[in-house]
């Protein structure tokens, strides 16, 4: 299995408040993205990273931020939470094509 | 703009049987299709993937079979088991600024009866 840890595996927040979810490998990938699953959408990209401190937007970025300081951690923030981001979030990680998911985190935002 | 379509949501087929879950897509610049497999509270696993250059791949009881030129592949599963039960999503993998990026089909839920 690959080396993927999310964190935290469950939150709830109420709308208005920032939030922060860690991603981190073990694998030393080079690139590192954040999906969100919602009913009836599948697997959404939001961002993506190829790099320390390179990152660009996915699909669904607006309202999302992420940060990527060191190959291991990739972070996505929510600078202010929204019931609309109520999901499912999934880190996953590459080294050249097949990607290899975390387990996921679960936010909800009341 | 769906780029990957799963249009059906789900899926049921009696144990033994064959199960075939089928995959659209528009974007001609996949290199790459990629089934993935999810159970419910984990994180998808990879399956089988299969070339653009190529027209079937088989893995055991996995086979994925593409049509570039009706843009269309299917993933067959023979025998099914009750094990396979979970969310399929086809998946299309292109290379563009100095990435590797998937992008999604909305998923089958595949339900195997005993």
């Known amino acids: 299995d690959a080396g993927i840890t999310q964190s935290p595996r469950h939150k709830v927040t109420e709308t208005g408040t920032p939030v922060t979810l860690r991603c981190h490998q073990t694998e030393n990938h080079r690139y590192m993205y954040w999906y969100r699953q919602d009913p009836g959408h599948g697997l959404r990209l939001i961002h993506y990273?190829?790099?320390?401190?390179?990152?660009d937007k996915g699909e669904v970025s607006d309202g999302y931020s992420v940060s990527r300081s060191k190959t291991e951690d990739f972070l996505l923030t929510l600078e202010s939470a929204t019931s609309s981001q109520t999901s499912v979030y999934f880190c996953?990680?590459?080294?050249?094509?097949?990607?290899?998911f975390g387990e996921g985190s679960r936010l909800t935002v009341l | 703009d769906q780029q990957v379509k799963q249009n059906s949501p789900s899926l049921s087929v009696q144990e033994g049987r064959i199960s075939i879950l089928n995959c659209d897509y528009t974007n001609s610049m996949f290199d790459y299709f990629l089934w993935y497999k999810k159970y419910p509270a984990e994180g998808p696993t990879f399956l089988i993937s299969?070339?653009?250059?190529?027209d079937k791949n088989e893995d055991g009881r996995f086979t994925v079979f593409l049509n570039k030129s009706a843009k269309h592949l299917s993933l067959h599963i023979v025998p099914s088991q009750p094990g396979d039960s979970a969310v399929y999503f086809c998946?299309?993998?292109?290379?563009?600024?100095?990435?590797?990026?998937?992008?999604f089909g909305k998923g089958t839920k595949l339900s195997v009866i005993p």
């Open positions: 996953a990680i590459s080294g050249a094509g097949e990607l290899f």
């Open positions: 299969i070339s653009s250059i190529k």
């Open positions: 998946a299309g993998l292109g290379s563009g600024a100095g990435s590797y990026q998937l992008t």
């Open positions: 990273s190829y790099g320390v401190k390179d990152t």
